[in-house]
């Protein structure tokens, strides 16, 4: 039989990449990976891994392995739900993923809701961005991820995780103080009077960033980029004082009046989906159940209130 705990390494080294980043994730050393991975070889009896310059890549064989070792964690995780299922009290670390507008508004609520009704789970949150957390929680690094989707522009479906909607979260284009309240009537020609103004969005790459400049170009325009920060609360702050346009979700306020003019945006880029995800066999685990409804509570009260 092989040994699972060999196993889990090489499943560690396709979804990290190198040896050094499953040693630093592990608290290994590399030199240690590398012999129990030499070791898991000799078990099978045929190569796992092939040199590609200074890396290393599974090979054909190696991803059959890990196809089967996935399942076999899958099983022992829906194990651990079962027997955490048996107990009267729900205890342990939750290990939780989120963005930075859920980290502000849904987790807190969240938290007090879990911290009355399970006092002995303890829950640890990690700021990230959506494509790191999806990753991050497909190798284990976490036990539920709370994910945005901007329209357009979906992530990768990957077979290893559930997905859970939470909400619909409206975006808006919000105006900076110093274009007043006369945009456009239309929401195409309120993002188009704003062409020659200052923008705020977050740096290339993002899925915002992505979303943003296409819906700016739809629009008939290539916005005038002064400002790049995936901190919404300095994009907020900006619109305020009237140094830049933005586009910004409801959920910065969540339930409290809106701080600066703002206005619809085009049809089929009003809403960002927000979901939770977990990985297969964990969905039925009491704390991601609990979790979930604690987070299901904080979202329905998030709708915000126009000044």
């Known amino acids: 039989m092989f040994d699972l705990h060999r196993l889990r390494l090489l499943r560690e080294l396709k979804h990290r990449g190198t040896l050094a980043s499953v040693a630093a994730a592990l608290s290994y050393s590399p030199s240690s990976v590398s012999q129990q991975l030499s070791q898991l070889e000799a078990e099978v009896g ?13 090979t054909d064989q190696a991803e059959i392995l890990v196809a089967h070792t ?17 107990l009267t009290e729900l205890t ?20 007090n809701l879990l911290r009355g009704l399970h006092p002995g789970l303890r829950i640890h949150i990690t700021q990230m961005a959506p494509e790191a957390a999806m990753l991050a929680l497909q190798a284990r690094d976490f036990d539920l991820a709370i994910v945005e989707e901007y329209p357009g522009n979906p992530n990768p479906r990957l077979a290893e995780l559930e997905q859970e909607d939470l909400l619909d979260d409206p975006l808006h ?9 006369a945009a456009g009537s239309s929401p195409t020609a309120s993002l188009r009077s704003l062409a020659d103004h200052p923008w705020t969005m977050e740096p290339e790459g993002t899925a915002a960033r992505n979303w943003g400049m296409t819906l700016c170009r739809s629009a008939g325009f290539e916005p ?5 920060t995936t901190d919404l ?11 830049a346009a933005a586009l910004l979700p409801g959920l910065m306020w969540k339930g409290q009046p809106t701080t600066v003019a703002l206005r619809p945006l085009p049809a089929g ?6 979901f939770t995800a977990v990985r297969r066999g964990r969905s039925q685990h009491p704390a991601i159940q609990a979790c979930r409804r604690a987070l299901r509570e904080a979202a329905a009260e998030s709708e915000p209130t126009r000044s």
């Open 46 to 58: 045929v190569q796992l891994l092939e040199p590609v310059g200074r890396r290393v890549r599974l």
């Open 224 to 228: 005038d980029i002064r400002f790049e």
């Open 92 to 111: 342990g670390t939750l290990r939780i993923a989120c963005f930075q507008t859920a980290a502000l508004t849904l987790v807190p609520s969240a938290l």
């Open 269 to 274: 880029h009003r809403t960002r989906r927000i």
């Open 173 to 181: 284009l919000a105006l900076p103080a110093s274009a007043g309240h």
């Open 233 to 243: 609360l300095i994009t907020l702050r900006l619109v305020e004082q009237g140094h």
């Open 70 to 86: 996935e399942r076999v964690l899958e099983r022992l995780e829906r194990a651990e739900a079962d027997l955490a299922t048996s």
